[in-house]
């Protein structure tokens, strides 16, 4: 079992900044895949960004691509999802989510275990 939790999240104005951390509990985090997934009431959970096991790997959704950038510290077992240019249509519960693979993934099932989310409002 492997227990997640974000951090980060709040208000900020359109245009801004925010930086996301999840932190995973001890164990094998550093070869585990990780990823970054938001949702507002009404809609799909959708995906935002992945990361490989050693980082070296990243992926985006087109609609944040050159805006948002996906890093992680296997020594703190700690992910981050650094968001810029915020728009206000990005407020969203925003999720991390780890898979019990070293690989990316963009689909949800592909994920094993979930954080309990955390909140970004983005005002216009």
């Known amino acids: 079992q492997v227990q997640l939790v974000e951090s980060g999240g709040g208000l900020v104005q359109a245009g801004g900044s925010l930086r996301l951390s999840c932190a995973a509990s001890?164990?094998?985090?550093?070869?585990?895949?990780m990823g970054w997934f938001r949702q507002t009431p009404g809609k799909e959970r959708e995906f935002v960004a992945a990361?490989?096991?050693?980082?070296?790997?990243?992926n985006y959704a087109d609609s944040v691509k050159g805006r948002f950038t996906i890093s992680r510290d296997n020594a703190k077992n700690t992910v981050f999802l650094q968001m810029d240019s915020l728009k206000d249509e990005e407020t969203a519960v925003y999720y991390c989510?780890?898979?019990?693979?070293?690989?990316?993934?963009?689909?949800?099932?592909?994920?094993?275990?979930w954080g309990q989310g955390t909140q970004v409002t983005v005002s216009s």
């Open positions: 989510a780890v898979r019990r693979r070293g690989a990316t993934a963009a689909i949800l099932i592909n994920y094993d275990y």
């Open positions: 001890a164990g094998t985090f550093s070869v585990y895949g």
């Open positions: 990361i490989n096991w050693s980082g070296g790997v990243t």
